[in-house]
Nanobody, 126 residues
Framework: VQLQASGGGLVQAGDSLRLSCAAS????????MGWFRQAPGEEREFVAH????????YYADSVKGRFTISRDNAKNTVYLQMNSLKPEDTAVYYC????????????????????WGQGTQVTVSS
């Protein structure tokens, strides 16, 4: 599956952004999806995960209550609504599709996912 992330930008603290990730070339509704982020000099870290039907979600503690992951299987798209943004949310955000062969790994681990988008930059100024 090919993934194309979009929606990043430069915003001020307290603002909102919605990221989108469009999937093609696979069976989107069969894939659980995740969002990760990577700040300069840091490792890629888990942000959110959503199961195939969209009924179950997981969040990193740092974004819980501010970010919402959702998906539209009819549009082959997963979203990340980010509210109350903070400067520490500044990073490149990546969407990812998990692998059926790797679902024994935790949703929080990058190795569970085998398809990655190109990333979209989110910069939050104070």
């Amino acid at each position: 599956v090919q993934l194309q992330a979009s929606g990043g930008g430069l915003v001020q603290a307290g603002d909102s952004l919605r990221l989108s990730c469009a999937a093609s070339g696979g069976t989107f509704s069969s894939d659980a999806m995740g969002w990760f982020r990577q700040a300069p000099g840091e490792e890629r870290e888990f942000v959110a995960h959503i199961r195939q039907s969209g009924g179950v979600t997981y969040y990193a503690d740092s974004v819980k209550g501010r970010f919402t992951i959702s998906r539209d299987n009819a549009k082959n798209t997963v979203y990340l609504q980010m509210n109350s943004l903070k400067p520490e949310d500044t990073a490149v955000y990546y969407c990812a599709a998990d692998s059926p062969d790797k679902r024994y790994y935790s949703v929080y681990m990058t190795r569970r996912y085998d398809s990655w988008g190109q990333g979209t930059q989110v910069t939050v100024s104070s």
